[in-house]
């Protein structure tokens, strides 16, 4: 079968998908993880094979840190089914209810995108999140992960494809994608594909959104800025800079640019070089910056530079208007942090900084749909319609209009026997 098939099949797949109760679903989530943690060692086996590729590629680090997949990156996976199972079934869920007259009533109901098309990076991990994610949310799914990730991802989605068949789900509902064709392939079925979700480089996402007539949501670089505030605690601030930079660095949500008012700059920065130093970050700081920490010097590049790796660069700003601008200039509509205790200067900059999420007095690396509650993510949109920041359950879901009468046609209103009573009504399942 050609990937234009398996899609087709997809589609017909994802309909009958739909119509199974959160009960079958769950079922089949929990077949999935016992199947990953009985067949681990094939699973280890096929990522010790891409990751010897990977290095005698000489492939970036932060990209073979990204495609291992170990214990931890297992137990986390398993983790995110789990709370995939004990979140409420999210299809079928009314809405809105409206008595529009008497005896006609209307409702809003959360149904399934249809058939998501998720063309990831080197990331194993997230082939089996989105595809738990996908199915929780009667969403058929075509996955094509990268080619230095092509032995982990063919024994993962084989290890949960098997199992959600086991588990009485439609044939056909996901799909691996294998090659390069395929992607090219996948852009033109704009029949059978409701919605793209790209996840790579900034030039890679472009690429996508102008190639194709499908939907596409998500995003491009992670430009995550940190801005310490002139009343900013020390400490605080420089833990939540060191967590955010370097508890795992080759991530979309790690912070890459750190903002320093001027009135605490001289205070702070010392001891936070040396506390990032330890941790081996590169820095690099702007002309006031370097005058009081001996690092390298930043250029206009390094604003707008999604690092992915243990670099940092810093500017001092004079007020929280600048910090406010320079985000909103440079920043990709990630996340954004504000380390501070001024009240008024934190709600100012949550509600000026234009990002998907925006947070105060806590690390950028809490933005992460498993530990937002979601269970996983598919990805995360920095786009401003349907979905915004970690996609999960919500992202994959839309509506349709159910509306219930008796014989009512519109032509009794047009000639006012009737009248129209838009009243609400109790929201319930129908």
Known sequence: MTII????????????????????????????????????????????????????????????????????????????????????????????????????????????????????????????????????????????????????????????YNAALKAKIPDGWAVLAESRDDVAQMLKLSDYIDLLIPRGSNEFVKYIMDNTN?????????????????????????????????????????????????????????????????????????????????????????????????VLSIKIVENLREAIEHINKYGSGHTDVIVGENKENVKTFMDLVDSACVFHNCSSRFSDGFRFGFGAEVGVSTGKIHSRGPVGLDGLLIYKYKMFGNGDIVADFAEHKREFTHKKKELKNV
Request: charged letters at 30%; proline letters at 3%.
């Open 214 to 310: 499908i939907p596409v949501t998500g995003h491009s670089d992670g430009i995550c800025h940190l801005f310490i505030d002139e009343s900013a605690e020390i400490d605080k601030a420089i833990n939540l800079v060191v967590d955010s930079k370097t508890q795992y660095v080759s991530v979309c949500n790690a912070l890459e640019t750190l903002l320093i008012h001027a009135q605490i700059a001289e205070k702070i920065l010392p001891e936070l070089c040396k506390k990032l130093k330890e941790k081996g970050v590169e820095l690099r700081g702007d002309e006031k910056t370097l005058k009081i920490c001996d690092i390298k010097p930043a250029t206009a590049d390094d604003w707008a530079s999604e690092y992915l790796d243990y």
């Open 5 to 160: 098939d398996h899609v087709k099949s997809a589609k017909e797949a994802q309909i009958a998908l739909s119509a199974i109760d959160g009960e079958a679903k769950n079922t089949a989530l929990k077949t999935i993880a016992e199947a990953l943690e009985k067949n681990k060692n094939l699973i280890f086996e096929a990522n010790l094979r891409d990751l010897q590729a990977a290095k005698s590629d000489n492939l970036p680090d932060p990209i073979i840190k990204r495609l291992k997949f170990d214990e931890e990156k297992l137990n986390s996976v398993i983790s995110g089914i789990e709370q995939l199972i004990k979140l409420e079934e999210p299809v079928g869920k009314t809405l809105l209810a409206t008595e529009l007259a008497e005896g006609l009533d209307l409702y809003r109901v959360s149904c399934p995108i249809g058939v998501i098309g998720v063309i990831f990076e080197s990331r194993p991990d997230a082939l089996a999140q989105i595809a738990a994610l996908c199915l929780k949310s009667g969403n058929g799914v075509i996955l094509k992960g990268g080619s230095e990730a092509k032995h982990s991802n063919k024994a993962l989605f084989d290890i949960i």
